[in-house]
């Protein structure tokens, strides 16, 4: 950023990337940001007919809100957008912010049964794997069955344990699609790509179709070339600025995801992703909402 060379992608969701207006900024992040994860988990929990006996209404509007984030920079990070969220739509006051350590098991035991006395009819873990591992784990054991939502970090089989019979529902937000006909096309253009790299042996392409950071990888080489291309379309010379120039110019596609706009200046990467829900029968995220905005969550 201080030296001006373009940076796309960056493999982090740090608020530190976080400007609404920051005109030729070279970085460029398009993994989102622990910000905007957390604002959609709220909108999630805010706007969706997830609760109930049938699972088809909505959180009430005086119900309680219970979260549960790490001190840690990717905990306090999310919880500053769910703190955002709440605030935009007016019910802040009916969230309940509760840190906890997941080395700490016996203070976590008592900060969830404390949740669980407040009536808190849903939870959001704002943490990474190794805190929500804990987190789920702890929840289980008081006995929580209220809705659960979490960041897209955690959407993976390795963030549960597939031991436990989850009384609760456990929904997380997800930014790469490989489940819509669009993701499932997109997700065809990835493995060829892999398949046809003469320079990788049949072992690595097989590790590198099956791995998500080959896929982030991937994602972020091609708006990488967008940029490039926009910039050849133009006409112009190739510098640092056309280049930057370029790629605000108009929102670019994601690979198997939404959109990112750096249009204005923007750099909050993606701030669209769809809805996953835990299916411990299979050990499996499956899909229960596709990929929107904040705007298309809250209707």
Not at 138 to 161: E, K, L
């Amino acid at each position: 950023r201080e030296a001006g060379i373009p940076m796309v992608y960056a493999a982090t969701g740090t608020n530190a990337l976080y400007t609404e207006r920051s005109p030729l900024d070279p970085v460029m992040p398009v993994q989102p940001i622990y910000l905007t994860d957390g604002r959609i988990m709220t909108a999630r929990a805010l706007n969706e007919p997830l609760f109930g006996t049938n699972k088809d209404q909505l959180l009430g509007a005086n119900d309680k809100v219970g979260v549960l984030y790490t001190t840690a920079a990717d905990g306090t990070s999310i919880r500053e957008g769910i703190e955002i969220e709440a605030k935009t739509q007016g019910v802040n006051d009916n969230f309940i912010y509760a840190s906890f350590s997941a080395t700490e098991p016996a203070t976590l035991t008592s900060t969830v049964q404390s949740l669980q006395s407040a009536g808190v009819k849903a939870i959001i873990v704002a943490s990474n794997q190794a805190g929500f591992k804990a987190a789920i784990a702890t929840m289980d054991q008081v006995g929580v069955v209220v809705p659960t939502f979490t960041s897209y970090v955690n959407a993976d089989p390795t963030a549960v344990d597939a031991a436990i019979d989850y009384e609760f529902d456990i929904y997380t937000n997800a930014w790469v699609d490989i489940v819509s006909e669009a993701g499932q096309a997109d997700l065809t253009l990835f493995v060829t790509a892999i398949n046809n790299a003469s320079f990788l042996s049949p072992e690595e392409k097989t590790a590198y179709v099956a791995n998500s950071f080959s896929i982030a990888g991937y994602i972020a080489a091609i708006n990488f070339i967008d940029g490039l291309k926009r910039v050849e379309e133009s006409g112009k010379e190739l510098t640092w600025e056309s280049f930057i120039k370029a790629m605000e110019s108009a929102p670019l596609n994601i690979p198997m995801g939404g959109t990112v706009d750096f249009s204005d200046g923007k750099r909050w990467g993606i701030d669209s992703m769809s809805l996953l829900k835990y299916n411990p029968s299979t050990d499996i995220f499956e899909q229960v909402k596709p990929i929107e905005t904040l705007t298309e969550i809250r209707g």
